[in-house]
C-alpha cells in the first residue's frame, strides 16, 4: 500500500528543544532529574525516562532540594515557579521560546497598564502560565460569542493574546471585532504559533486525496486529536492511534493510499515504525 506521510509530522520546535534540554540533564549524571508534570503527552517517550529515572512532579512542593527540576515547553505560572526555585536544587527553564516570549509580551503590557483577553482553554497548562503574568487584570475566553459577553469598560487599556496553539482565522475574527468595540485602544500580541496550524493544512490536504487517514500520538495530546478532527472532517475515515500495534490489516482491506501524520509531541520512531506497518500491507 502507498503511504502518504506528511512532511510536518511528529516533534515540533518547542518540543525537540525541551527534550534535548531533559536528555541533556540526564547524561550529567551529577544530580537527580524531575521534570514538572509529563514533560510531553507521549506515553511511550515518558516510559523511557522513567527507566531513566527521571521523576515525574505533580506539583512545585513535591520537588526534592537534591534535585535538578525542568520546566516543560508548556510553561509554568509564575507563582509556581518562585515555589519550585525555593524547594529544589535547581531549575531548568525548557519553556519553548514561542511561549516564553507570550509570557513577557503579556507582562509587558500588565505593567503597561493594559488589560489581558486572552483567547485559550481554560485549565490548559500553557494558559494557566500566561494568565499568571496578568495576575487578576485578565480575561480568558475560549470564543468570540464568549467575548462579546464580557463588558469592556470605556476607560483602560486592554491586550489581546492567545494560547500558541489557537486557531488563526478565529483569531482573527476577535481583533475585529475588538477593533470595531475599542479602535485605539486595543494592543494584540500575535502569539500563535505556526506549527499546528501547518499540521492542520498538511493533514487537511492529504485527508483529501487517500483512502484513509493513520494519526500517530497520545490520546490526550490535544494537538494530536485536533489533526485527526480535521482529516475525519475532510470525509475520511480517520485512525487516531498511539502506536502501529493498535492497527489491523482488516482495516486497510481494498485500500490503495493511506495517509500518515502525527502530533507535535510524536517521536520519529513512532511514526517509522507506523510507516512501516502501513507499507507492509
Ligand atoms: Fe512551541 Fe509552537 Fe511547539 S509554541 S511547543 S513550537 S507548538
Do not use: W
Not at 511511550?44 to 512532579?57: A, D, F, S, T
Not at 505533580?58 to 520537588?63: G, H, L
Not at 485602544?185 to 483512502?211: G, H, M
Amino acid at each position: 500500500m502507498e503511504v502518504r506521510r506528511a512532511k510536518t509530522a511528529g516533534f515540533c520546535f518547542g518540543v525537540s528543544l525541551a527534550l534535548e534540554k531533559l536528555d541533556a540533564e540526564v547524561e550529567k549524571h551529577d544530580a537527580k532529574i524531575a521534570t514538572l508534570g509529563p514533560i510531553i503527552h507521549n506515553p511511550q517517550v515518558l516510559e523511557r525516562y522513567e527507566k531513566q529515572n527521571v521523576r515525574c512532579l505533580k506539583n512545585a512542593e513535591e520537588a526534592d532540594a537534591n534535585e535538578r527540576v525542568v520546566i516543560r515547553a508548556h510553561g509554568i505560572p509564575r507563582e509556581t515557579e518562585t515555589t519550585l526555585t525555593k524547594a529544589c536544587k535547581d531549575v531548568v527553564d525548557a519553556t519553548c521560546p514561542k511561549v516564553k516570549r507570550a509570557q513577557l509580551g503579556i507582562h509587558s503590557m500588565i505593567s503597561k497598564g493594559c488589560f489581558l483577553l486572552l483567547y485559550g482553554e481554560k485549565d490548559h497548562p500553557e494558559v494557566r502560565g500566561l494568565m499568571s503574568y496578568a495576575g487578576d487584570r485578565a480575561f480568558l475566553f475560549n470564543s468570540l460569542e464568549e467575548l462579546k459577553n464580557f463588558p469592556l469598560s470605556a476607560d483602560i487599556d486592554y491586550c489581546l493574546a492567545a494560547q500558541t496553539t489557537q486557531d488563526r482565522e478565529e483569531f482573527a475574527r476577535i481583533d475585529e471585532y475588538l477593533q470595531t468595540q475599542l479602535a485605539e485602544r486595543l494592543q494584540v500580541l500575535n502569539t500563535i504559533c505556526n506549527a499546528t496550524r501547518e499540521r492542520q493544512q498538511e493533514a487537511i490536504a492529504i485527508a483529501q486525496e487517500v483512502d484513509a487517514m493513520v494519526v500517530v500520538g497520545g490520546y490526550n495530546s490535544g494537538n494530536t486529536r485536533r489533526l485527526a478532527d480535521v482529516s475525519r472532517a475532510q470525509g475520511c475515515l480517520t485512525f487516531h492511534v498511539e502506536k502501529s500495534e493498535e492497527l489491523s490489516a482488516s482495516d486497510f482491506k481494498g485500500m490503495k493510499v493511506v495517509g500518515l501524520t502525527a502530533g507535535a509531541s510524536t517521536p520519529r520512531s513512532v511514526i517509522d515504525a507506523t510507516e512501516e506497518f502501513l507499507t507492509k500491507l
